[in-house]
């Protein structure tokens, strides 16, 4: 009987050699594993565990494994089954298939953040600025993926960038990038919070609307017809509450009773406790990963939306290169870093992107798809918020009206943004889990070298994350705001200081080092540093 392999333990796990004297065949379809074999396996095994998988102190060398079609995988009931065509450790992805999970990954809350990223650095310094975010963070992508090709009489096969950042810096390197690590994933974790308490707010209130056949309307500029788009921030410095008025003849104090309990910033984030915080605590969120496919569905249901709002809504452009009129926004505005943080954060993916692309079945592609994900993922950045932005109806509406999230320039009660608001907080509630039991598994383990110390460390540990979250949608519900931030700064380590550091330092050790190299390797880091200083100046 074969079986599929996953190749990627081949290296990490040393799948069980049964040696052909240890097996004894019971029929024609299955091998019956000997008591001597199931000790050698369980010796091996218990070996394993002893060390990371980075440290390959007592891990079996490749020259004793046997050949590919030699190689069994023991079953725990006692049955060893062939390995189906091992690749050397890779996967069997196709390119179009990594190109996908490639794009799948990249693709999250920030695409929300771009138009308003646009409104804020100007519409043709916007564009400009994110191709050239999309070359730049793709070269240092490069240069990670290949820094573990730069180590020499080492097995770096089943190294991760943070194992390569060990290596060259010891243990600064190491707990270096758990920090930014943790700042990456602790700030998705809080836009998530922020976002699905903006989601459940908007679609709680549609449906008490209409199942109460409640007539609102929003105390809030904005246009009129079937295609209604709003301005949030034009009636206060503040997101809107649940400022409206209403026409209905049912009981007015419900109404009013359901609004004080149906607070955005107010009541709605200490709901989500109740259902999340009991999911973090799970010992292992797989179940979830079953989800995935919704970030697909939305993403294309996104672009969807945006393609028919502006189909209805029309084209409204005006070039004003450096003044700013009642209505448009200058093309180059002293406010284009808060867009690169944004962008920072949105081709973030270097943190994994060695994981992704070990699994594709032809490694010599790998820069061919790296390159193909990140163009298609800069282009659906592009087209989603330059068309945002230039059909944003000026006049009657100021394109400084566009928010940090697009959907809230549309009332609670459009139809399309209510299902767009259903499916982003289905995926949201889905994927938020695996962000905890991620972010639990790299600092707890570190610690405690477990995952899952007790129930106590991991609930003290998302309580605070869930606090975090709790907090910024209370206090500070600027999802623009937070992605930038955790952009720059995450940005900072693993985008721009450590893939060109790694870099300088492997050229200098092999004597390859030049002066172009040096320099520009060393403007990238600047750079970044830049970026993440101006976040706090802007």
Not at 144 to 168: A, G, H
Not at 310 to 317: M, N, Q, R, V, W
Not at 419 to 424: E, G, P, S
């Amino acid at each position: 009987m074969n079986i599929q392999f996953n190749p990627e333990d081949y290296k990490c796990k040393r799948p069980f050699h049964v040696e052909p004297t240890n097996i004894v065949s019971v029929n024609d379809d299955m091998h019956r594993v000997t008591d001597e074999a199931s000790a050698m396996n369980k010796r091996i095994h218990y070996y394993s565990r002893l060390t990371s998988p980075a440290d390959r102190a007592l891990i079996a060398p490749d020259h004793v494994l046997p050949a590919p079609d030699e190689i069994y995988v023991y079953s725990p009931l006692g049955t060893a089954f062939k390995v189906d065509s091992c690749t050397d450790g890779y996967g069997k992805n196709s390119s179009l298939v990594t190109i996908f999970m490639i794009w799948n990954t990249m693709m999250g809350t920030s695409i929300l953040s771009i138009p308003w990223g646009i409104k804020q650095a100007g519409f043709t310094s916007g564009i400009i600025l994110i191709l050239l975010m999309g070359i730049l963070t793709l070269y240092c992508c490069y240069r990670v993926v290949k820094s573990r090709q730069m180590i020499s009489l080492t097995d770096t096969s089943n190294w991760e960038f943070p194992d390569v950042c060990k290596y060259y810096f010891g243990s600064f390197g190491q707990w270096s990038s758990l920090l930014f690590s943790m700042v990456s994933l602790v700030g998705a974790m809080v836009v998530y919070w922020v976002l699905m308490s903006n989601f459940l707010f908007n679609t709680g209130k549609f449906i008490y609307n209409f199942v109460h056949d409640i007539n609102v309307t929003d105390i809030v500029p904005g246009t009129n017809g079937s295609n209604k788009v709003i301005c949030p921030s034009a009636a206060s410095d503040h997101p809107p509450q649940n400022r409206s008025v209403m026409f209905s003849s049912s009981n007015r104090t419900g109404f009013e009773l359901f609004e004080e309990w149906w607070d955005k910033s107010q009541t709605v984030p200490f709901y989500l406790i109740a259902v999340l915080l009991p999911l973090l605590n799970l010992k292992s969120p797989s179940f979830f990963a079953k989800f995935n496919v919704l970030g697909t569905v939305s993403v294309v249901y996104l672009v969807f939306l945006v393609t028919v709002k502006a189909a209805h809504l029309g084209i409204h452009l005006e070039f004003n290169w450096f003044t700013e009129n009642e209505f448009f926004v200058p093309e180059f505005r002293i406010l284009f870093p808060q867009l690169t943080g944004v962008l920072t954060l949105a081709f973030f993916i270097h943190n994994c992107v060695i994981t992704l692309l070990q699994n594709n079945k032809n490694q010599e592609n790998n820069v061919r798809d790296l390159s193909v994900a990140y163009f298609l993922v800069g282009l659906t950045y592009l087209y989603v918020g330059v068309i945002i932005f230039a059909s944003f109806p000026s006049p009657p509406l100021s394109k400084e009206c566009i928010e940090q999230n697009f959907l809230d320039n549309f009332p609670s009660d459009d139809i399309m943004s209510f299902v767009a608001r259903i499916f982003l907080l289905f995926q949201m509630m889905t994927v938020y889990p695996l962000l905890g039991y991620l972010a639990r598994v790299q600092l707890l383990r570190q610690f405690f070298g477990n995952a899952y110390p007790s129930l106590f460390h991991v609930l003290i540990l998302n309580l605070a994350i869930v606090g975090a979250g709790v907090a910024m949608a209370r206090f500070y519900p600027n999802i623009g705001g937070i992605i930038r931030y955790s952009g720059a700064t995450c940005g900072l380590a693993f985008v721009f200081v450590y893939p060109s550091l790694i870099y300088m330092i492997s050229l200098h050790r092999a004597g390859q080092l030049t002066w172009p190299a040096l320099i520009i390797h060393i403007f990238i880091i600047l750079l970044g540093l830049a970026n993440l200083i101006a976040q706090f100046l802007l």
